[in-house]
């Protein structure tokens, strides 16, 4: 066996460099969310709700109609919930309805769905099935296909995406045993030899990675004579030799995921597969992201309509007290907030699919807001419908049918949504990255004047520009349309809500610039209160969004009295959770929880652990990636 592994070495300060390189430095396009952080609520950057054009209509109900009867009679939930695996069928099925080329170009033999009609896909099939949900999901939102959309050679595109679009899955490697959000630690390498590269190394949690074709890998190429390095992506042949899937990993949900580690040995990638130039790796995932993230929130948002349904039906016949349980007010309560925030998430879901298809706005905060939200909100919806259903919540849906109820898999749903909150950037890396975009104005033009490491003479040049900016932005945040009482008068009864989003903003904004001002460079350590700022963020944003959809149903015709009292009670309850939100961020036991956290670290409570057992072995917390040839069976498999 050869030595273990050496890792980079990565200060702080050079892993955040290194995410810093990746992001996208500037905004060429319009952002509403951006806007918004900054106190500066532009309804005209989401209203009128953009539309689609008719062909795409078209094309994506067509679709969605063939879908809609492929996941009525060929997708078998309960079964792959049984067996842990999506049976082979089912995966031939999706192909020969096209749904592996959902968002490819007809010109590579694929659908060419718009981000809107492709999430509503995402939605239906993932209430179907989740896993299956996550299987097309990671093979299009940010396996091979997007990034080869993004940044591929015309050769790359003509060679793969026509095998992607009918038969081709593909999955995408970037996480190791050691290494998560914290890239600059990436340990894989791909050594450039003659017209290739060797790579080697260890992935972990490569969703379809067990049955994939092809995949998208991140490797760190080391820079040298001719080679610029840093982290690369690749599309690699899953078959190629010294490639072995070594796990097929088990989750606590979606059972069905086809997830497992993946180990590379010396194996050649020629240079005509690399992705882009050299160390532009981390910025195309970024990139792809951007609207790869959308997916995620669109089966959270199916999820919730499911939970809306079984809500209603189960508590309009369940009795409690001589009435329907849904009469008393303590599970009311529950299906008010299950109803109100199903009808947010999709508006916020289907305003950022469409924003993403016109491409006149940048929408990297608006897609990462949507993410996070969806991901935590849907969440709670489905643990309140487990506890609208009782034991019945708990019990699995197998249980329910053998002794003669409806098998209603609500604990399931639980279990499978519950990944959402990690996936694609858990929620606390979200709100990280969320704060490091709301915040970029006031980085750029004063970021020097709070870096330590700045001269005295770099530190005059930025107070002067800080000076030119905070002086025309700062007046800004007095006054404006949500202190007039006629503002937003178009929107009838929802009109208050918007005002109140308007004067909310800019509190918001003035909120940030006081933290900034307050703790300078110490702020990127108040990862609390910048939580707390992102979620004040996501609540406007979806308010926005709410109201802005629900005045469309109302202007088409299309349930828009129930639309604008959907919109409404989520408004008021966004408002409630916002003002506590907002007495957060200056009354909390942040710096208490800090001294609480270096006594558990230095071990002054481990008293408090006595009388227990731990169920668990002591393995170690990391597996060893130590690179070389593999010892395990190769589980990769084909779909025939």
Known sequence: MSAP???????????????????????????????????RFRLDLIHPHPLPADEDVRRGEAFLATLRTFCETRIDGARIEREARIPDETITGLKEIGALGMKIDPAYGGLGLTQLYYNRALALVGSASPAVGALLSAHQSIGVPQ?????????????????LARNDLS??????????????????????EDDTYVLDGVKLWTTNGVVADLLVVMARVPASEGHRGGITAFVVEADSPGITVEHRNAFMGLRGLENGVTRFHRVRVPASQRIGPEGSGLKIALTTLNTGRLSLPAACAGAAKWCLKIAREWSGVREQWGGPVARHEAVGTKISFISATAFALEAVVDLASQLAD???????????????????????????LVQIRGGRGYETADSLAARGERAVPAEQLLRDLRINRIFEGSTEIMHLLIAREAVDAHLSVAGDLIDPATSLGDKAKAGVRAGGFYARWLPGLVAGPGQL???YGEFGDLAGHLRYVERTSRKLARSTFYAMSRWQGRMELKQAFLGRIVDIGAELFAMSAACVRAELLRTTGDHGREAHELADAFCRQARLRTEELFGRLWSNTDDLDRRIVDGVLDGRYTWLEAGIVDPGDDGPWIADATPGPSVEENVHRRIP
């Open 5 to 39: 592994t050496q890792r980079p070495k990565v200060t702080a300060h050079e892993a955040r460099q290194t995410a810093e390189a990746a992001r996208e430095q500037d905004w060429h396009k319009p952002s509403f969310a951006k806007e918004l952080f900054l106190g």
């Open 147 to 163: 990034p080869l959309k993004l940044f591929g050679t015309q050769e790359q595109k003509d060679a793969f995406l026509p095998r």
């Open 358 to 384: 016109e491409d006149r706005n940048d929408i990297r905060i608006e897609a990462a807001l949507a993410k996070l939200y969806g991901s935590e909100k849907a969440w709670l919806i489905a643990d309140e």
């Open 485 to 487: 009482p006629g503002a």
């Open 171 to 192: 999955a995408f490697l970037l996480t190791e045993p050691d290494v998560g959000s914290d890239p600059a630690r990436l340990a894989t390498t791909a050594v450039p």
